[in-house]
């Protein structure tokens, strides 16, 4: 927190001011003034203005009730809706005839990307990387702060090991390493280098903690976290997020372990508070604070407000308990003022970093621009990026020169709604589909289109003879198969993993052409589709890729991009296996494919399929072949607080360039509480031309083989395996022992 403090007073604040002409504002304060100015408010602030602090709603529009009620400080912050001339209009009345002139906090979800829609979350963890996330973060928090918007609720850091529970597509997936990473690179791209540079925007660590753990993967439904899985796993990119500067943090629907995260103080107060330092302010979920009534932890509204405020929460959105009950229960000396003064004081320490209160809060803010040709390349190469190849076979892809007439056939083809995702915030008119640009790309006479079903979930067989009859006249066919933005996000859970509708029924009738079949899935979350892929030469699969998806897979697809994404989550065989992740526990019986227990019945494994995933963590093909060879370890002993290196030397032994994600993971044999099979430690994208090779080494600090044990991060000595790899089922394998 240290070093992100002495950013605030970077010189970037300056010069825009300066170049903003806005003498009043020559430098940016520094945290101690800020503490001061914090200190002049408050001591003016009257219990309704501190409790319209702490309050935050959606916008609407400007009316002159609305504009009433900023002018008595009734409101804090609102999101969704409003133009930006209102937003800018209800902020000088905030500014310039609020009593105080306290500005407003103006929120968005914006969630990847404003105008410019880059892939949804799980599809940007598929990219493996985080500098060119941070870059897309960097080009929505533009776009954002030039509509007039100030903070992003996001980045989504959920740990997402259910693919039944619709938000995974707006996760980073399974893994908390991986998962910190990008976390930490949204954040980065939004904040920039100071708060109040006027193109930087406040980010919010969301869902604080454990929605990703729903039993069953059922919307909004109940967690039971252990402990020590709460803060390995759950907590580490809040964590992570919070080191680097956070500014906010949004508390979850779920119940936790018998107390909702919105009212829970061992997570909100004890962990992010006193444990992290956490000084940005935490605001509820969406009538979080209202739902403590119906999931049984408050009474009614005023015991909502008491046990809200107390749990840890400073701002409420759109419940407004805080408001209606925050005075009686002060009166009635049940609420603590002080919990107040502190909330409020949170929540103007950011008002007062994003340099609010001075040139950025009364800049010009209009309506979105369409994105700029810069923007479009980002999000084109991060598409890309995120295209993982699962199945290539005899080289199908990329198309060859052989392929002169192509057959398009599905419903995902030309959807441009459906490929930007769950909750894309700009409008999908400026999507480009996989269609339009193979037709650019190979010219349209060249490309033939058949939707076959109307939409994913169509159920119908009425397309099936035209999608089939194109696919005979063809070379090759391209079925874009998987799921509407729709069927994932918010409240988009399904007990089924299968591709909806009649899809597969397609797939079976296209095949009856007999030519080679390429299947694009696009999703929002890992699928079941083992028969579709069995038929088909090769399958990519895309996370609902944004507006640039069409062009990037196109690029794949011809071989002009070569796919470089990874799973960033286990895609389960049959949705039966769920929960299926990478890092779980051994058991006393673990099965095996190999060797006598293969054939053990009393091992840990079904009856009726397969133990292992159809796709592993960390997988995907490329167009060239890699190999591994030369693991080191440098030394047989680490010390507790020392490190050694890992290395292994990857080639390129095919005859195109590609890119290689190199992992390292490490397992603990033995340790006073259980550890996973495998945990990711570190991992590396490398590029490498036909016939070149790299070394590619890791540090491996001790303090990379910490684990909790409930409150304790303890590191224990002991016999350690470490493999270089590039997934998580395979690799080089070496060790060394921990020692003290
Ligand atoms: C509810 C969602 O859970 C959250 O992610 C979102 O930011 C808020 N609604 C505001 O739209």
Redesign the pocket.
């Given at each position: 927190m240290k070093a992100m403090r002495n950013k605030w007073i970077s010189g970037a604040a300056l010069v825009a001011a300066a170049l903003a002409g806005t003498a009043t504002i020559m430098r940016a304060a520094t945290p101690v003034e800020i503490e001061k100015k914090i200190d002049a408010l408050m001591a003016r602030m009257t219990v309704e203005e501190k409790l319209g602090q702490m309050s935050q709603t959606t916008f609407g529009e400007l009316t002159d009730q609305r504009k009433e009620e900023i002018r008595q400080g009734r409101w804090s912050s609102f999101?969704?809706g409003g133009t930006a001339a209102e937003k800018m209009e209800a902020q000088r009345i905030a500014l310039k005839e609020s009593r105080l002139g306290i500005p407003l906090i103006f929120?968005e979800?914006v969630i990847h990307g404003k105008t410019t829609t880059f892939p949804i979350p799980l599809g940007q963890a598929a990219s493996w990387d985080p500098e060119l996330v941070r870059q897309a973060a960097r080009v929505a928090a533009r776009e954002t702060a030039a509509a007039g918007t100030n903070w992003t609720?996001s980045p989504?850091m959920d740990i997402a090991r259910d693919p039944r529970w619709g938000r995974i597509a707006?996760s980073f997936g399974e893994d908390p390493l991986l998962a910190s990473r990008m976390a930490v690179a949204m954040v980065r791209g939004y904040q920039g280098d100071s708060l109040d540079a006027p193109d930087s925007i406040a980010a919010?660590a969301?869902?604080y903690v454990g929605y990703g753990a729903a039993e069953a993967g059922r919307e909004y439904n109940t967690t039971w976290i252990p402990e020590n899985l709460l803060r390995d796993v759950y907590l580490a990119p809040f964590h992570a997020s919070v080191e680097a500067g956070v500014a906010t943090i949004?508390s979850a629907?779920n119940d936790l372990n018998g107390v909702p995260a919105s009212a829970n103080a061992f997570t909100l107060r004890q962990i992010l508070r006193d444990e992290w330092k956490f000084n940005g302010f935490v605001v509820s979920?969406?009538t979080s604070i209202a739902e403590l009534v119906p999931h049984g932890y408050a009474a009614d509204g005023a015991d909502a407000a008491l046990k809200g405020i107390r749990g840890g929460v400073d701002m409420e959105?759109v419940s407004s308990d805080y408001w209606d009950h925050g005075k009686e229960l002060i009166a009635a000396k049940k609420l603590d003022p002080k919990l107040v003064d502190e909330a409020v004081r949170d929540i103007l320490r950011i008002k007062f970093r994003l340099g609010l209160f001075g040139a950025k809060g009364l800049a010009t803010a209009s309506a979105p621009a369409p994105p700029t040709a810069a923007a479009l390349e980002t999000a084109k190469k991060l598409a890309a990026e995120s295209l993982v190849l699962l199945k290539n076979e005899n080289g199908a892809l990329p198309l060859g020169q052989s392929a002169h007439t192509i057959a398009v056939v599905g419903p995902l083809a030309d959807s441009q709604r459906d490929q930007i995702g769950t909750w894309a915030n700009g409008p999908a008119d400026s999507a480009v589909t996989p269609l339009t640009a193979l037709r650019e790309a190979l010219g349209a006479g060249n490309v033939m289109y058949a939707p076959g079903l109307k939409n994913s979930r169509d159920e119908s067989h009425d397309g099936f003879a035209v999608a089939t009859a194109l696919a005979r006249r063809s070379d090759a066919v391209l079925l874009f198969l998987g799921e509407e933005a729709s069927m994932s996000g918010?409240a988009g859970s399904r007990a089924y993993l299968d591709l909806p509708g009649a899809q597969e029924a397609l797939v079976n009738d296209v095949a009856q052409a007999g030519k080679p079949m390429i299947v694009v899935i696009l999703a929002g979350r890992p699928l079941t589709f083992h028969n579709v892929a069995s038929k088909a030469a090769a399958v990519l699969y895309s996370f609902h890729p944004g507006t640039m998806g069409g062009p990037a897979i196109a690029d794949v697809l011809l071989g002009k991009a070569a796919p470089a994404g990874r799973l960033p989550v286990t895609f389960p065989r049959t949705v039966g296996q769920v929960p299926i992740y990478y890092d779980h526990m051994n058991t006393g019986r673990p099965p095996s494919e190999t060797g006598p227990e293969a054939s053990d019945r009393f091992r840990s494994k079904y009856l009726d399929v397969s133990f292992t995933p159809e796709y592993p963590f960390g997988f995907g093909l490329a167009y060239t072949t890699f190999h591994y060879d030369d693991l080191h370890v440098s030394s047989a002993e680490m010390p507790i607080g020392g490190n050694l290196t890992v290395s292994a030397t990857v080639s390129n032994t095919g005859k195109t360039e590609g890119d290689e994600v190199v992992q390292l993971y490490i397992r603990q044999l033995a340790a006073s509480l259980t550890q996973p099979v495998r945990e990711l430690k570190d991992f590396r994208r490398v590029h490498l031309k036909p016939g070149e090779k790299q070394t590619v080494e890791f540090t491996l600090k001790s303090s990379d083989l910490a684990f909790h044990n409930g409150a304790q991060l303890v590191t224990e000595p002991g016999q350690f395996q470490v493999w270089i790899a590039p997934d998580s089922s395979s690799g080089l394998r070496g060790g060394f022992e921990l020692v003290r």
């Open positions: 999101f969704a929120g979800d609720f989504m707006e919010c969301k869902h949004m629907f979920d969406y959105m918010e």
